[in-house]
């Protein structure tokens, strides 16, 4: 299943310049999901990050990833209108940075899930070599 920005903002709240995933190319709701970050000099965070060498900050590239597993977890209709919101981070690895003009590609799988807690792991990569992974615990809250 591929979803469009547009189809994204259906399911999550993040808007510009918080919306930090561009399309979901696979998409197994409640389980997995696989998304594509388009990343280009245009973005906001480079003008201070840094001016003469840009880089994405990692905050971002968790919150990307972040919004992957989002998307799996609101996708079903019973979770449309509810908040995936940050419990903690666990095993957080940042390994290249990610540059204008890259492709960031965030797989997200979710480990467990009891009522409306759970756990999912993440990893983001360029061009097939991993630049960051994490594990996610989080909510599912009411608006």
Do not use: C
Request: hydrophobic share 50%.
């Amino acid at each position: 299943m591929i979803l469009t920005a547009t189809e994204i903002q259906a399911i999550i709240p993040h808007r510009y310049p918080m919306l930090l995933v561009d399309r979901i190319i696979e998409l197994e709701p409640m389980k997995r999901a696989v998304g594509i970050k388009s990343v280009t000099i245009n973005e906001h965070f480079f003008a201070g990050h840094f001016p003469q060498k840009p880089v994405m900050p990692g905050v971002l590239i968790l919150e990307a990833m972040a919004q992957v597993g989002g998307v799996a977890m609101l996708y079903p209709e019973e979770n449309r209108g509810k908040l995936a919101v940050f419990g903690g981070m666990e095993r957080v690895k940042f390994r290249k940075p990610v540059t204008p003009g890259d492709q960031l590609r965030m797989e997200a799988e979710v480990l467990k899930i009891r009522g409306s807690i759970g756990k999912l792991w993440a990893q983001a990569s360029v061009d097939g070599q991993v630049v960051a992974e994490a594990e996610f615990l989080f909510a599912l809250t009411a608006v």
